[in-house]
């Protein structure tokens, strides 16, 4: 019937248009749109996983705070992203949250929001013959809109506050079945507070829900970035607390509903017979070097053959790994082995786990890690570090029988007018972070650039770039980079981050 209304084409372009605009990694992607026949039709990416309604169903008492903590930070960003781009959802429910593997290294999980739109395209040609009709999910609307008045970015605020109740205490605060009881219910303000049903919950996560349900969307939290610092504040108070007793319901949901990666069976499947640590060219001597994001910590611990190194918080193991004001780190997260020659590392059971090169690592499981590749704690990148030592000659020759160093050998420069500094040498194995924050190596202060954009990396003779899986993209000319993939960057090809070009010169 919808479809059928004079102007709808019109109104559904716009829509989809204004939808595939939202380019967030907690988003799900627009792919096309457009009319076949007499049908309309709008394709959004595959999300593999589960939604918080699955989720939620199988964990009838509430989920882990430290789950609901990730997932309403997740879903609050990105409502801070579209409202400040001037779109509402309009329809929020579990139903729309999919949770799935992360692309983000320093996140345990992903969730996605899908169908960004869709309510207000029901809404715009509802009112083309009816007026005061509300369109939406009765449980989760707020007053104002199961009256039929105008929204904004309030209500939004409102549903994810009936989401959040759900999630704490397994129940929707209101027995609502249809639009009459949400009429009742939603403008009565009264509900059972979350300490009642759940006494170890927060006050203030109690406090935060109560506001974000309020009837008079006035005495609710002003936008979603107050809820984002509410919420975090509460994650610092609770994390060291939680994450030892609580596992992580969604992790354990996507591991036991749900096939790894091909990257990782693939990986499982490499052969796994062992190659010796003596070759014709030399023994390999290994050592892991520790780096945090933020640059203020940079150290490298010997392997030693048959060896092996336990990294989390917990004091008195081999790496300690202890970050002022992140607990991304489990108190025992990883455990790196050297083995034959070759250097293994499996995860420990940890709450936000360990990546590889992008991948995340099921517990208990050794995987190989290539001297090319990275392995991600939160804001830790571990780098294995791989010297070779010719066997036929002493490992340091005299002097005399050393080649001489060039004078003029080139060192890659980056270059930026704008940035913060303006130009970079790049030192061979060590990262430069590009980025809005003040903590990035090069600087760029401008709001399409994300905090941690991308990473640049030397690597003997060749350059790498990697996305850091940032908002608005990193590009190489014209091509969008991958995230979490590294690309090769040729001197000559601008590097593109929002307003910002770099440029890659070779200096003598």
């Known amino acids: 019937e919808l479809a059928r209304q004079p102007g709808f084409y019109e109104r559904f372009l716009q829509e989809a248009r204004t939808a595939a605009r939202l380019d967030h990694p907690n988003i799900a992607k627009v792919t096309n749109f457009g009319q076949f026949d007499d049908q309309y039709y709008l394709m959004m990416e595959f999300i593999d996983g589960i939604s918080l309604r699955d989720l939620l169903r199988d964990n009838k008492q509430g989920i882990p705070i430290s789950d609901i903590i990730q997932i309403f930070l997740q879903i609050a960003d990105v409502l801070a992203f579209a409202h400040q781009s001037g779109v509402l959802h309009r329809d929020l429910k579990p139903d729309n949250i999919l949770l799935t593997d992360s692309i983000r290294a320093h996140l345990p999980y992903r969730a996605v929001i899908t169908d960004f ?136 949901a996507l591991t036991s509903n749900f096939r790894t990666s091909p990257e990782i069976n693939a990986l499982r499947e490499s052969d796994s017979k062992p190659s010796g640590a003596t070759t014709e060219e030399g023994e390999s001597r290994f050592a892991v070097r520790v780096l945090r994001d933020d640059h203020n910590e940079d150290r490298t611990l010997p392997l030693r053959p048959g060896g092996r190194l336990t990294v989390g918080r917990r004091p008195g193991l081999d790496i300690v790994l202890i970050h002022p004001t992140e607990r991304y780190v489990s108190k025992e997260h990883c455990e790196i082995l050297l083995q034959d020659g070759r250097v293994l590392v499996r995860d ?42 010719d066997m036929a000659r002493p490992a340091t020759p005299p002097a005399e029988e050393r080649p001489p160093t060039p004078a003029n050998l080139p060192v890659p420069e980056i270059n930026c007018p704008e940035g913060s500094p303006a130009s970079l040498m790049l030192v061979n194995n060590a990262p430069v972070v590009l980025g809005r924050l003040d903590s990035c190596d090069m600087t760029l202060n401008n709001p399409r650039v994300s905090k941690n954009h991308c990473r640049i990396m030397r690597r003997g003779e060749r350059v790498e770039v990697t996305d850091l899986n940032s908002t608005n993209g990193t590009f190489l000319d014209t091509q969008r980079l991958p995230a979490g993939s590294p690309v090769v960057w040729q001197p000559g090809v601008p590097l593109r981050l929002g307003v910002y070009t770099v440029t890659l010169n070779l200096k003598e």
């Not at 083309?128 to 939004?156: F, K």
């Not at 249809?178 to 006050?203: M, R």
């Not at 609580?246 to 992790?251: F, I, L």
């Not at 090169?357 to 804001?379: A, C, H, I, M, T």
Request: charged share 30%.
């Open 117 to 252: 739109g869709l309510v207000k395209l029901a809404e715009n040609s509802l009112l083309e013959t009816q007026r005061g009709i509300s369109v939406g999910t009765p449980a989760y609307m707020p007053p104002e809109q199961c009256r039929g008045e105008e929204v904004d970015g309030r209500a939004d605020i409102y549903s994810l506050g009936v989401m959040l109740y759900e999630a704490v205490t397994g129940k929707r605060p209101y027995p609502i079945r249809n639009l009459f009881d949400a009429a009742k219910y939603h403008k009565s303000g009264e509900l059972i507070p979350l300490k009642a049903l759940k006494h170890d919950v927060p006050i203030r996560l109690d406090n935060l829900v109560q506001r974000m349900l309020s009837p008079d969307k006035k005495h609710r939290p002003a936008d979603a970035d107050e809820v984002i610092h509410i919420l975090e504040k509460i994650a610092g108070e609770v994390g060291e607390e939680v994450e030892d007793v609580q596992q992580s319901a969604v992790h354990q």
């Open 348 to 389: 420990l059971g940890s709450t936000n786990g360990s990546y590889l090169n992008g991948l995340r690592l099921d517990k208990d499981r050794f995987y190989e890690w290539p001297s090319d590749q990275q392995v991600q704690l939160g804001p830790y990148t571990l780098f294995v570090v791989e010297k070779k030592v």
